[in-house]
């Protein structure tokens, strides 16, 4: 089904925080003031690797206005932080490690007061070597960046025998494959306020994707009780994996508890670009081996991933990739090894695809060109060794049944650049090149085996006479309230108006997990399917009590509880009537794992949504721009909950996806960024991307599939790379192995060919 | 331990009093000659509908109307807003939704919602303009407005809805 306004009906529905989005009155967290606020702002390092000889910061302290200049020296807990490793300091004391490295921080009376405390600030560096790429930090004489030196995490994964399957092949393929530092580029930048109650608790207003995973991690920085910390960190304006990890939140906090004073602190962008994540850069090398007959038999992978100055989530991405580089392809002897390198570059770390983009990149590659030499068409090649419904997952652990990957396979079929592909365009530009390409993908969700991926979620009548679900979920802006109102309206047939949601504030709301790795949607659908079955057994007991209405006559629906009567429907109770008399017993709670593989891989997915995408591309010889002229994705992910969503993450996720591919690259030059705001650092604008571009969803699961909705936060943004990538091989003849797409490769340079050096670089 | 109190006056010293007209309403305040606007319309008079991003007038998420042009507040100094006529978001719609604001709404247009206000104001400035813009046009007019959440595609929906006599 292409999935659009029209084919969606009534479920494609006017979002709930719509309203205030598009008037402007949404208070943002950024947006909030408090009285008597101060600003925080924090001292950076300027160089990426350097002892630190002193500190000095009395001179800040003088400076009028100044209320605080805290250091190293006064966190009352631990001085680090990491979801994985807490291994970033919040403010360094003997050693920078990164050009983004905190110093210290400064609450003023002004913004303009605290900036110019932070140039009063004197730091004493002793500079040391820059290790600014993982080849430099590998070298045995490479100063140690960290206690166990500078491999954060290596993976091996193997099966079969890969000499001996490489014995069995007749042709192979050996390709390095290097993909950029694509940054977030949230909009809102990060910030936050942080306010201290008079009994000594810490509100904190700051945007994460997971505020009880924040909360921890805040008080074993402050050396406190988690209750003592309330987190509110809904709504956000955007995050994409960014704002997983903690990032003004240490500052703020420490400030505002030292101050007795709410502390607000905004990022400026370039700070954003300084201290916050990026998506690993890897360099991948794949040697995949096919016999006469075209079956894969064998796959050598080894990535080398650039981590930066800290772990956060380098070691999952790391796995993930693992796992990801064997794809859906059914190969029997495989050997996969990973290195996640600590560098002196920024901080790499959780974003959207979740170190499968670049791997699917580096995979898809790979089948386009053994076809080539095959000659036999791709995407035949990739039905030859597509995974079927019960085969294992990519690392021979058990899954869900999925023939998602054939359900994408053939999808792709639908879109008319399918048919488009097998004519010939002529142009009457010689110069303008035209080519079509495809890949697909398969991608896990939830956090994998070994990893503690708990879910939750609460429903209850509250003392208004609403339904009420609070989850411990964050809005983003994907989409979850919409989801939420949705699934509700579906379970209880009620109005939007009896309906309330909360979710984003650990005071309110229960421990469902993280708001990342796809799996807000099928938590909170499993979730509500739990809960259903007891709310209403509560609510018809107790309405049953109050008005003696049998309980096997009553149903919830618009404004209350109705009954059939005499083969009418009449409303029995009103919500609000039954708020009135007494909520206590009518809450329901539930918690449970996100569904996890049985078998021991660390990482492992269980739950997989598969895409497809085909793509059609113009390249431009005289100027090796590339322009996508349109683009369409298959994604096989069960039923859709919220079509606008569902659309809408597709549609983002492949335009990150297209600036992963033709623009974006958070540049570094000696540890230090030399893109550091939105005049260099160039994510797509309207002109960059197509106009056509559709999404069909696959919605049939396996018979007997009790899994429901897949994720599909994150499946949009990893499989356009390789399709452009065998769309621009289409048009120009030339393979392209680094991201994001240098220009210069594709351009013929007419007047060099004239003097005989026109060397197409690149080509093989 | 690095903390005092260290109070002083913060109130500003300006013999600048900015008069402009924001949102229908005339307003009068002292700020510094070279203060930004994107400041004293979030800061200094708390409208915080208008947004703040990259800064350099690349994002559009700042953007409001100065005398029905857009323009990037975030570029803009408070002396080059004397006696001019200021839209924000705010502004756009007073007692009920605005049309463009509807498409938004109804074709998905926004997703976190940050840069919603720029990309509203600056197709409010552009088909007040030209009230039969084409695509092409209002694709020109935004392409000063970054938006990283719905990859365009609800945008261009939005844009095909208006554009669609």
């Not at chain 1, 909030?32 to 101060?38: A, G, H, R, V």
């Not at chain 1, 399957?165 to 530092?181: D, L, N, S, W």
């Not at chain 1, 009994?199 to 050396?223: C, F, N, S, W």
């Amino acid at each position: 089904m292409w999935l659009d306004r029209s084919s969606s009906g009534e479920k494609w529905k006017v979002r709930p925080d719509g309203e205030e989005k598009v008037t402007g009155k949404l208070r943002y967290l950024t947006d909030m003031t408090f009285p008597d606020m101060l600003y925080g702002r924090v001292l950076r390092s300027t160089v990426p690797h350097a002892r630190i000889l002193s500190i000095d910061t009395s001179v800040a302290l003088e400076y009028p206005g100044v209320i605080a200049v805290l250091t190293h020296r006064d966190i009352p807990g631990l001085n680090g932080f990491g979801i994985s490793i807490p291994d970033q300091p919040v403010f360094c004391d003997a050693l920078v490690r990164f050009e983004g490295d905190a110093i210290a921080a400064v609450a003023a009376m002004t913004e303009e007061i605290a900036e110019k405390a932070l140039s009063l600030i004197k730091v004493d560096y002793e500079p040391l070597q820059t290790l600014d790429t993982p080849e430099l930090a590998l070298q045995p004489t490479a100063p140690k960046l960290h206690k166990d030196g500078n491999i954060l995490h290596q993976t091996d994964y193997q099966r079969g025998d890969i000499n001996e399957g490489f014995k069995q092949c007749t042709y192979v393929i050996e390709e390095t494959y290097i993909t950029p530092r694509q940054m977030h580029t949230y909009l809102e930048t990060e910030g936050g306020i942080f306010v201290p109650s008079q009994e000594g608790r810490l509100t904190v207003y700051a945007p994460t994707q997971h505020g009880y995973k924040d909360r921890m991690q805040l008080a074993r920085i402050l050396a406190c009780e988690e209750e003592q910390i309330r987190v509110i960190s809904s709504p956000i304006g955007g995050s994409f994996g960014g704002k997983d990890e903690l990032n003004v939140q240490p500052y703020g906090a420490l400030l505002a508890l030292y101050c007795h004073q709410p502390v607000k602190m905004h990022y400026s962008r370039w700070e954003s670009v300084k201290a916050g994540l990026k998506r690993h850069p890897m360099e991948i090398t794949m040697k995949t081996g096919v016999n006469a007959d075209g079956e894969i038999i064998a796959h050598q992978v080894q990535i080398l991933s650039d981590t930066g100055a800290y772990s956060t989530l380098g070691g999952p991405v790391l796995n993930f990739a693992t796992e990801h580089a064997v794809g859906p392809y059914q190969i029997p002897h495989v050997d996969v090894k990973g290195k996640a390198v600590y560098t002196n570059n920024g901080i790499s770390g959780e974003f959207r695809g979740f170190g499968g983009n670049q791997v699917i990149f580096a995979l898809e590659g790979q089948l386009d060109r053994l076809a080539e030499k095959l000659k036999i068409d791709p995407w035949e090649l990739r039905k030859k060794n597509l995974r079927k419904l019960n085969d294992l997952g990519p690392m021979g652990q058990r899954v869900v049944p999925t023939n998602g990957p054939e359900q994408v396979w053939e999808a792709v079929k639908h879109s008319p650049l399918w048919e488009k592909k097998k004519t010939q365009s002529n142009f009457s530009k010689p110069w303008i090149k035209r080519g079509i390409g495809a890949a697909l993908a398969m991608h896990g969700s939830g956090l994998g085996y070994g990893i503690p991926d708990h879910a939750g979620g609460l429903i209850r009548l509250n003392k208004e006479g609403k339904i009420e679900v609070a989850f411990g979920h964050e809005e983003f802006g994907q989409g979850l309230l919409g989801t939420l109102e949705i699934l509700l309206q579906d379970h209880f047939c009620c109005d939007k108006d009896d309906l309330s949601i909360v979710i984003g504030d650990t005071d309110l709301v229960p421990p469902s997990g993280s708001s990342t790795a796809s799996r807000t949607t099928n938590v909170v659908w499993q979730a509500l399917n739990r809960l259903k079955g007891p709310f209403l057994e509560a609510l018809f007991t107790k309405v049953n009590e109050l008005t003696g209405c049998p309980v096997e006559t009553l149903k919830t629906g618009p404004g209350g509880i109705w009954a059939d009567v005499n083969e009418e429907e009449e409303l029995v109770i009103t919500y609000s009537e039954l708020g009135k008399n007494g909520v206590a017993e009518l809450e329901c709670s539930t918690d449970f794992h996100f569904p996890v593989t049985p078998d021991p891989f660390t990482g492992g997915h269980y739950l997989y949504t598969s895409t497809s995408v085909i793509a059609e591309v113009e390249v431009n010889l005289l100027t090796g721009t590339v322009k996508v002229i349109r683009m369409d994705h298959a994604v096989a992910a069960g039923p859709v909950i919220n079509p606008m969503g569902y659309v809408g993450q597709i549609e983002g996720g492949s335009v990150m996806a297209l600036g992963f591919t033709l623009s974006e690259d958070a540049m570094m030059n000696d540890g230090k960024y030399v893109t550091q705001n939105l005049d260099t650092y160039l994510v797509p604008t309207i002109f960059d991307v197509p106009e056509e571009q559709y999404v069909h969803a696959i919605e049939e699961l396996p018979d007997g599939d009790s899994f429901g909705p897949r994720g599909v936060g994150e499946v949009g943004s990893v499989a356009l790379a390789p399709a452009i990538v065998s769309a621009i091989k289409e048009a120009t003849g030339i393979w392209v192995t680094k991201l994001p797409v240098n220009r210069e490769l594709l351009q013929k340079t007419p007047f060099l060919t004239l003097w005989g050096e026109g060397v197409e670089e690149g080509t093989k | 331990m690095s903390q005092k109190g260290n109070r002083i006056r913060v109130e500003k010293e300006t013999e600048y009093l900015l008069s402009f007209e924001l949102n229908g309403e005339s307003v009068e305040i002292p700020v510094d000659p070279s203060r930004r606007l994107v400041d004293i319309i979030r800061t200094d008079l708390d409208l915080t509908g208008t947004k703040i991003s990259c800064e350099i007038g690349r994002c559009g998420a700042c953007m409001v109307l100065v005398n029905g042009k857009q323009q990037n507040s975030c570029l803009t100094m408070a002396y080059q807003c004397d006696g001019k006529k200021i839209q924000t978001i705010e502004g756009i719609s007073t007692d009920r939704i605005d049309p463009v604001q509807q498409a938004f709404l109804e074709e998905g247009g926004f997703q976190c919602g940050y840069c919603t206000p720029g990309m509203i104001v600056s197709l409010k400035a552009l088909l007040k303009e030209n009230p039969k813009a084409t695509m092409e046009d209002l694709k020109e007019g935004l392409s000063g407005n970054l938006c990283r959440c719905t990859g365009y595609g609800g945008i261009y929906r939005v844009l095909r809805r208006l554009t669609d006599k």
